[in-house]
């Protein structure tokens, strides 16, 4: 059980109340990080702005968003994004095997370069050092470009910071959805 209560709009101060409209306008209800992060509205307002970009709006495929979002969740262990992720993962074709290795923390097979090249980067920055060899930097920049090296590095880091009031506050991960291991 979550250790925050969701709080309702009408018991949140008016100033926070349009913070709260914004989330539910762009994801549909309060859920995941935000019926935490909603007890700072700034921050809960500015995640989201950031959020919305990286998940709706980003120059990178939805497959390498779901692989960057997998790869953070597993060395997080936040069953929270595990649960969301993984059924998106497999609506943008990423396949179960690979999904199983992610989970299992096992490098997958199969990967295309572009895939390979996102789970070796989110490996790098999530384990050891936290820095991105000379070669993966260069093969991002050549692969996605400026923009897209910053994109999934952004993406990495995004998850990242999701998973932080997902696994302090215990968010309930969605019903019925894939579990992570722990």
């Not at 929270?80 to 999904?99: H, N, T």
């Amino acid at each position: 059980m979550a250790r925050l209560p969701t709080p309702k709009r009408e018991d949140l101060p008016a100033e926070q109340q349009p913070v709260y409209d914004s989330i539910v306008a762009s994801r549909g209800q309060l859920q995941g990080p935000f019926t935490a992060l909603i007890y700072s509205p700034t921050v809960a307002g500015r995640v989201a702005e950031v959020g919305a970009y990286i998940r709706f709006e980003s120059t990178l495929p939805v497959a390498v968003r779901c692989l960057a979002a997998l790869m953070t969740a597993r060395e997080f262990d936040c069953t929270y994004e595990w649960a969301a992720w993984a059924p998106q993962a497999q609506q943008a074709g990423i396949s179960d095997e690979v999904i199983a290795a992610i989970h299992d923390r096992r490098s997958p097979g199969g990967l295309s370069n572009e895939h390979a090249l996102v789970v070796k980067a989110a490996e790098q920055l999530l384990r050891g050092n936290h820095h991105l060899s000379d070669n993966t930097y260069q093969a991002l920049i050549d692969t996605f470009g400026p923009q897209g090296a910053v994109e999934i590095t952004a993406t990495i880091g995004y998850f990242a910071l999701l998973a932080m009031p997902l696994n302090a506050f215990e968010v309930d991960a969605p019903a019925g959805r894939p579990r992570l291991s722990i």
